[in-house]
């Protein structure tokens, strides 16, 4: 599998976070409030033409912390049938070097609790107990170092 992350509209995400993270939700659901902000950034996983993940990167500080360089990891989904192919680490490792190229120092999420071993994997850890998410369910919130 030749495996490409590049950037992509945020209207290009909007499929893949409807199915695998909002399913039978309006598409509405899958408009992020930070996601035209200039600074923005969504990559997309493609195997040819095929996209079969995506993830987004904002700058915007963990709640309750003022920290200026921290960013946010949000959207973060690989289509069912390519999970567990290394697509998700391609993406946070797409996003990392965004991250890191704009100046950001951590990267945080809120990760849902049945992917928290894979966001450990990739040097995240968790903060504080789990929380419930509407919609989405139990979640916790995680950090890592870029």
Same mark, same amino acid.
Do not use: K
């Given at each position: 599998?030749?495996?490409?992350?590049?950037?992509? @509209?945020? $209207?290009?995400?909007?499929?893949? #976070?409807?199915? +695998?993270?909002?399913?039978?939700?309006? +598409?509405?659901?899958?408009? =992020? /409030?930070?996601? *035209?902000?200039?600074?923005?950034?969504?990559?997309?996983?493609?195997?040819?033409?095929?996209?079969?993940?995506?993830?987004?990167? =904002? !700058?915007?500080?963990? /709640?309750?912390?003022?920290?200026?360089?921290? %960013? !946010?990891?949000?959207?973060?989904?690989? !289509? /069912?049938?390519?999970?567990?192919?290394? +697509?998700?680490?391609?993406?946070?490792?797409?996003?990392?070097?965004?991250?890191? $190229? *704009?100046?950001?120092?951590? &990267? %945080?999420?809120?990760? #849902?609790? @049945?992917?928290?071993?894979? =966001?450990?994997?990739?040097?995240?850890?968790?903060?504080?107990?789990?929380?419930?998410?509407?919609? @989405?369910?139990?979640?916790?919130? &995680?950090?890592?170092?870029?």
């Amino acid at each position: 599998m030749a495996l490409v992350v590049r950037s992509i @509209s945020v $209207e290009a995400t909007r499929p893949i #976070r409807q199915q +695998v993270l909002r399913p039978g939700q309006p +598409v509405e659901t899958t408009r =992020y /409030p930070l996601d *035209q902000m200039p600074e923005a950034w969504h990559a997309g996983a493609f195997v040819g033409e095929d996209l079969i993940g995506i993830a987004s990167v =904002y !700058r915007e500080p963990p /709640p309750g912390a003022a920290e200026a360089d921290a %960013w !946010r990891l949000r959207g973060m989904a690989v !289509r /069912p049938e390519q999970q567990g192919q290394g +697509v998700g680490r391609a993406l946070v490792e797409a996003c990392v070097a965004q991250v890191r $190229e *704009q100046g950001g120092t951590t &990267l %945080w999420c809120n990760g #849902r609790v @049945s992917a928290l071993a894979f =966001y450990e994997r990739l040097g995240f850890a968790p903060q504080g107990e789990m929380f419930d998410l509407p919609i @989405s369910g139990p979640h916790y919130l &995680l950090m890592r170092a870029v």
